[in-house]
C-alpha cells in the first residue's frame, strides 16, 4: 500500500504529540524519568495494539501502518523509549502462540489492561551471538525453574509481561546451536514473587534499561510459546517484524531533524545573510534529505513485503540499514548549522543528536547486517 494511503495515521499521532512538547521530554531527561503519560496516551488510543486481529479485540491495520505511527511520533519530536516493544512482543504471540495464549493475553494488550511487554534476550557474555545465551530453563513438572540473567532489558521495570529466550537443552547435546532454545511468556509481578530482580542501568540518554536476574524463577510450563527448543526460529521472525517498525522510526527521526535544521538554517543570519543561503549549510541537508527518502520508500518496499507473507531476513535487514544510516546523517546535518548550541542541555536537538548511535548497535549491529547481506545476499563466504 503506497505510504501516503497512511497520511491520516501520521495525522492523528502528531496531534497526540503536540501534547508532549521539547520541555516535557527534557524534564524526563533531567529525571531520567520513564514517559508514562505518553506511553499511557498511545495505548488508550490504540497504537500499541496496533498489530493485534479484530477476532482478539485489536485494529489490526497492516505493519506499515503500525510502521507509520512510529515514524510520525518520532518526526513529531517524540522518543522511542516506550512505545516499541508490544508491538514486536504481540506478533510472536499471534505468530507462534496456541489459541489458548492468544485469549488470554491479546484483548488484555488491546485494552491496555496489560500496557507493557519488555524481550528478555541479550545476554552480558553472548551479546548478538544468541546461541551462547546461559539462561537455562529446567522443566520441573508443570513448571519450568529458569536461572540467568539478561543485560539490556528495555521497560522491565514497567512491563506486565516478558518474552524471555533461554536454552531448555544444553548446547552440547543438539545436532545445530540454533536448536535447544525455547520462548516464555513470562509474568513479571509472579516472576518477582520467586526469585526475579531487576536493576536499572543508567545511560547517557533517558532510556529505562535494565539488567534482568532470574534466581529459580518458576515459570508455568503453559507459558511457553510454540514447541520447545525451536524458539530461536520464533525470536528470528518477530524480529524481521522490529527491524521494519524500528527502520520506520528511523525515518521520522531523520525528517525531525532534517525540518529542525531547513528551518533553523533560514532563520539564523550571519554576516548579514541566513547560513542556509551556504553551500557548506545546504548541501549536507540536502544530502541527508536524499538519504532520508532513498530509506523511506526501502522501508515502504520491505513493509509490503512482509505483509505479503515474506519473513526472511532478506526482506527486513537491508532496510534496518538504511535508515539507521540516514538518521545518523541527518542527526549530524541538523547539529551542524547551530554550532556549540547542541551541547546546550536546553537544546532539544542536542539531546535528540546523542540518539543515532543507539540504532548503529541496537538492538541489532549495522556490521551484522551488512554481514547478513554478504553471506545471505551475495553469496560471499560467513564472516563469523
Known sequence: MPIQDYAEIRAEVAKLC???????????ERESAYPSEFVNALTEAGYLSALI???YGGPRPPPFAAGAGLEGGQ???????????????MGAILRHGNERQKRQYLPKIATGELRLQA????????????TSLKTFARRDGDHYVVNGQKIWTS?????????????TTPKDEVAKKTDGL???????????????TIRPIRTMMNHATTEVFFDNVRIPAENLLGEEGKGFRYILSGMNAERILIAAECVGD?????????DYSRERVVFGRPIG??????????????QMRAAELMVAEAAGLYEGGETRGEGANPPRWRPAEAWGAAAGAGARPRGGSPFAEKCEGGRRSREPRLYQVAPISTNLILSFIAEHVLGLPRSY
Open 18 to 28: 503536540a501534547g508532549f512538547p521539547g520541555d516535557y521530554w527534557q524534564k524526563l
Open 254 to 262: 531523520a525528517k525531525w531533524f532534517i525540518r529542525k535544521a531547513s
Open 155 to 167: 521497560r522491565a521495570e514497567y512491563s506486565d509481561l516478558m518474552l524471555l529466550l533461554a536454552r
Open 53 to 55: 486481529p479484530e477476532e
Open 182 to 196: 525455547s520462548v516464555f511468556i513470562v509474568d513479571m509481578q509472579e516472576a518477582a514473587k520467586s526469585g526475579m
Open 119 to 130: 524481550f528478555g534476550v541479550t545476554e552480558p557474555s553472548s551479546g548478538t551471538d544468541t
Open 75 to 89: 518526526r513529531s519530536g517524540c522518543h522511542r523509549g516506550g512505545p516499541p516493544a508490544p508491538v514486536f512482543i
Open 277 to 290: 543561503q551556504n553551500q557548506g549549510v545546504q548541501f549536507p541537508i540536502a544530502r541527508a534529505y536524499a
